[in-house]
């Protein structure tokens, strides 16, 4: 790696055999606990309780006495964030002993929308981040040894912020990425092109213009990595649109004053790009010279693996992501949210991996079963692969029977744990007379409809129009479908829908639901929707999720008043 310091391929070369050899044997141990799937969750169960016994939310449901799953079931019912909230308010305020015991240290709170208009404070505590941080080793060795270039070639990967602000009590609110990049080893550290202060950015644009300005001058980067894959997409139009600043910026060794950046990171960061690469600008002015653009996939042609999400709405952004990065392999980097780690995928190309069966106690409702009074609730083996399930977690940082809403489909076996994979969140199902479609059912009936054209949907939603009778609008931006096309394109995702949803199909058919058609909203309205919604505090850019589906029947005509240009109509063909 000519761009690398002599310095950091000692590191990397001194430390790197025994950290590989510390994950191999961790995943080892974890293959091993798939074989006993209910006896080690019965006894992740034990050791939680035992973490946190004591507590106030202990005490008042009688946890200090529960020996057996069927008593925590009997103590705890199925609940959300509303029944733990009063407990993680008085945690917010410094009092420790209302949730977590006193082996169970406090070190963050992470942020999440909620249901309501106030965000989600999920604790992030000691013992939790180290299941976390298991789960991240577990996947990272498979994915390295699947991929050897890995071994010797750098990350491009996007945090967000642990320290935005703090609570009353003192305690770090942000992001669990931020945290695990600001806790890496010395060793770790080299491998990664941008550092943890590129998080601290609050600007959008200017944060992913520094990754670039940092990253793009690396011929060695093999992988990029974030929550979303939107993200990536964003990363890349950005460099392209900036390419002229970017090779500047190269050439000269200085970071571009358009964009806003605080003045001490500006300082903190200088160390990292002052020094000059006329070569390699030379090199990124003759890609736009032949190819009219700056892709990922000519500046970082050495890549090795794309680690994103792909699971639910997430998939549908895999083909823009071989547009602007090329044909290389991808690998979900799990069902995983600011509640906990679900599953470790194995394999590139799946959404599907095995439950992180070590780090939680994972309970599961049937989807016939779920908003019934007293519904039927499942063991982790006691899943029946192709059946769809709700998830309820029990974690490290004290939320019990914890119901996160999302809803996972068994895909199999590995031993004895079951295979999940990610369809939607449970709110994410509309239905206007009946017919329940849901959003992975959406996100599959545009990708299929698309396949056979060249058209690339960067972001879309449907929603529903009442009418008579009634029926869905699928937006989209105006540039991204020309006008001809919309009608037989609508038609096409239209049909497939009534193919992946009976019910869907049967109102069609008996013109009980009106067809899907087609809504062309002003280009940029995605982005002011998007940076409006990451305004809001809990809001994380890269953990954004475009919402493909929204049941809501005034979401229409609400994004119009709202997220389109004042005077700039919107168009209904």
């Known amino acids: 790696?000519?761009?690398?310091?002599?310095?950091?391929?000692?590191?990397?070369?001194?430390?790197?055999?025994?950290?590989?050899?510390?994950?191999?044997?961790?995943?080892?141990?974890?293959?091993?606990?798939?074989?006993?799937?209910?006896?080690?969750?019965?006894?992740?169960?034990?050791?939680?309780?035992?973490?946190?016994?004591?507590?106030?939310?202990?005490?008042?449901?009688?946890?200090?006495?529960?020996?057996?799953?069927?008593?925590?079931?009997?103590?705890?019912p199925v609940v959300d964030y509303e029944y733990h909230r009063p407990y993680i308010e008085r945690l917010k305020r410094g009092e420790r002993s209302a949730l977590l015991g006193d082996r169970n240290r406090l070190l963050m709170f992470t942020l999440t929308s909620g249901t309501t208009a106030e965000s989600k404070f999920i604790p992030i505590t000691s013992q939790f981040l180290a299941d976390y941080r298991r789960g991240w080793t577990i996947w990272g060795i498979r994915a390295?040894?699947?991929?050897?270039?890995?071994?010797?070639?750098?990350?491009?990967?996007?945090?967000?912020?642990?320290?935005?602000?703090?609570?009353?009590?003192?305690?770090?609110?942000?992001?669990?990425?931020?945290?695990?990049?600001?806790?890496?080893?010395?060793?770790?550290?080299?491998?990664?092109?941008?550092?943890?202060?590129?998080?601290?950015?609050?600007?959008?644009?200017?944060?992913?213009?520094?990754?670039?300005?940092?990253?793009?001058?690396?011929?060695?980067?093999?992988?990029?990595?974030?929550?979303?894959?939107?993200?990536?997409?964003q990363l890349a139009r950005q460099a392209d649109a900036n390419c002229d600043d970017l090779i500047r910026d190269i050439a000269d060794g200085t970071l571009s004053q358009k964009f806003t950046i605080d003045a001490e990171i500006r300082r903190k960061l200088r160390t990292r790009f002052r020094v000059r690469n006329p070569q390699r600008a030379r090199e990124l002015e003759a890609i736009v010279s032949d190819t009219g653009h700056l892709y990922p996939r000519h500046y970082w042609s050495n890549l090795s693996l794309i680690a994103v999400w792909t699971g639910g709405s997430a998939g549908a952004y895999t083909s823009g992501l071989r547009q602007f990065y090329g044909d290389v392999p991808i690998r979900d980097h799990g069902l995983h949210a600011s509640e906990g780690r679900m599953t470790i995928p194995f394999e590139d190309h799946t959404s599907s991996g095995v439950?992180?069966?070590?780090?939680?106690?994972?309970?599961?409702?049937?989807?016939?079963?779920?908003?019934?009074?007293?519904?039927?609730?499942?063991e982790a083996h006691e899943l029946e692969p192709g059946r769809n399930y709700f998830i309820l977690l029990t974690t490290a940082s004290g939320l019990y029977?914890?119901?996160?809403?999302?809803?996972?489909?068994?895909?199999?076996?590995?031993?004895?744990?079951?295979?999940?994979?990610?369809?939607?969140?449970?709110?994410?199902?509309?239905?206007?007379?009946?017919?329940?479609?849901?959003?992975?059912?959406?996100v599959s009936a545009v990708k299929d409809s698309l396949a056979a054209t060249s058209l690339q949907l960067t972001h879309f939603t449907v929603g529903p129009a009442w009418g008579d009778p009634p029926g869905y609008q699928?937006?989209?931006?105006?540039?991204?479908?020309?006008?001809?096309?919309?009608?037989?394109?609508?038609?096409?995702?239209?049909?497939?829908?009534?193919?992946?949803?009976?019910?869907?199909?049967?109102?069609?058919?008996?013109?009980?639901?009106?067809?899907?058609?087609?809504?062309?909203?002003?280009?940029?309205?995605?982005?002011?929707?998007?940076?409006?919604?990451?305004?809001?505090?809990?809001g994380s850019i890269e953990q954004y999720k475009h919402p493909c589906l929204v049941p809501d029947l005034k979401f229409c005509e609400d994004f119009v008043r709202e997220y389109c240009e004042p005077g700039t109509p919107m168009s209904r063909v």
């Open 474 to 538: 699928l937006l989209f931006e105006e540039h991204e479908m020309p006008a001809e096309l919309r009608a037989r394109i609508c038609e096409a995702i239209d049909s497939r829908l009534s193919v992946l949803n009976c019910e869907y199909g049967e109102k069609r058919k008996t013109g009980r639901l009106g067809p899907l058609s087609p809504v062309a909203i002003p280009t940029g309205a995605w982005r002011r929707f998007a940076r409006r919604r990451q305004s809001k505090l809990g």
């Open 1 to 76: 790696m000519p761009n690398a310091t002599p310095f950091r391929f000692r590191l990397r070369s001194w430390g790197g055999t025994l950290i590989r050899k510390r994950m191999r044997s961790q995943a080892g141990r974890f293959l091993m606990q798939t074989n006993t799937c209910r006896d080690t969750q019965q006894d992740v169960l034990h050791r939680l309780l035992e973490l946190n016994r004591g507590t106030d939310f202990s005490r008042d449901h009688g946890l200090d006495s529960v020996h057996t799953v069927a008593e925590f079931r009997q103590r705890v």
């Open 144 to 233: 390295y040894d699947d991929h050897p270039a890995l071994h010797v070639q750098q990350i491009v990967q996007l945090t967000s912020d642990h320290d935005q602000f703090r609570t009353a009590g003192g305690t770090p609110c942000g992001n669990i990425s931020g945290l695990v990049s600001a806790m890496q080893s010395a060793v770790v550290r080299t491998m990664y092109t941008v550092p943890g202060l590129v998080s601290k950015i609050k600007d959008p644009e200017a944060k992913y213009y520094t990754a670039l300005r940092l990253s793009v001058p690396d011929r060695h980067v093999g992988m990029v990595t974030t929550a979303n894959p939107s993200t990536l997409l």
């Open 401 to 442: 029977r914890y119901n996160i809403h999302d809803v996972v489909r068994c895909t199999g076996y590995r031993g004895g744990t079951p295979m999940l994979e990610f369809l939607n969140k449970g709110s994410q199902i509309s239905s206007v007379t009946g017919e329940k479609i849901t959003e992975s059912q959406v």
């Open 355 to 378: 439950l992180d069966l070590t780090s939680h106690f994972f309970e599961f409702i049937p989807d016939s079963e779920y908003g019934k009074a007293d519904p039927v609730v499942l």
